[in-house]
T-cell receptor, first 110, second 108 residues
């Protein structure tokens, strides 16, 4: 298996633009997590899914953020409109027991 | 919300030394996780613990549920162990709370 796949790896956009981050989990994993990492706040859990259903989105910072998992092999995290304070590395991880992390998407909002 | 602390914040060791990183948390949990983040940014899950002790190669993780404390030990440390080690706890469900991380540098 190729592991957790995230795209794009780097994204630079301007304030106000819509940003969509993508994740393909490892086949057979029933949990999917979205995390954000910044220098100031460290790693934070944004949302997680179990069997494609969102279980806890209490970490989503505000209504500008939304996440979907239309099927077991794909998830998106969308920011609309983006702001400079959203600049961070966004990680996707999947698990059945142990978590496996994707390489992350480095987002810069100018 | 669980408060997760780690010590030390930064650690520099000589190759071959025995290393201990500590993690404490404030509220009872169902599992504790140790993660390793390499300088390139990639994150690897090292251990998931709910009780006792686990060993994987030169890494040993222990947890004391009563004292709300966990330790990660590295025996015979090597420069390739240089990374940030992050403790995370999960309660009901899998609501992760992360510690601030311990930055380890192992010098040759």
């Amino acid at each position: 298996d190729a592991g957790v796949i995230q795209s794009p790896r780097h994204e630079v956009t301007e304030m106000g633009q819509e940003v969509t981050l993508r994740c393909k989990p490892i086949s057979g994993h029933d949990y999917l997590f979205w995390y954000r990492q910044t220098m100031m706040r460290g790693l934070e859990l944004l949302i997680y899914f179990n069997n494609n259903v969102p279980i806890d989105d209490s970490g989503m910072p505000e209504d500008r953020f939304s996440a979907k998992m239309p099927n077991a092999s794909f998830s998106t995290l969308k920011i609309q409109p983006s702001e400079p304070r959203d600049s961070a590395v966004y990680f996707c991880a999947s698990s059945h027991n142990e978590q496996f992390f994707g390489p992350g998407t480095r987002l810069t909002v100018l | 919300k669980n408060e997760v602390e780690q010590s030390p914040q930064n650690l520099t060791a000589q190759e071959g030394e025995f290393i201990t990183i500590n993690c404490s948390y404030s509220v009872g949990i169902s599992a504790l996780h140790w993660l390793q983040q390499h300088p390139g940014g990639g994150i690897v899950s090292l251990f998931m613990l709910s009780s006792g002790k686990k060993k994987h190669g030169r890494l040993i993780a222990t947890i004391n549920i009563q004292e709300k404390h966990s330790s990660l030990h590295i025996t015979a440390s090597h420069p390739r162990d240089s990374a940030v080690y992050i403790c995370a706890v999960s309660g009901y469900g899998q609501n992760f709370v992360f510690g601030p991380g311990t930055r380890l540098s192992v010098l040759p």
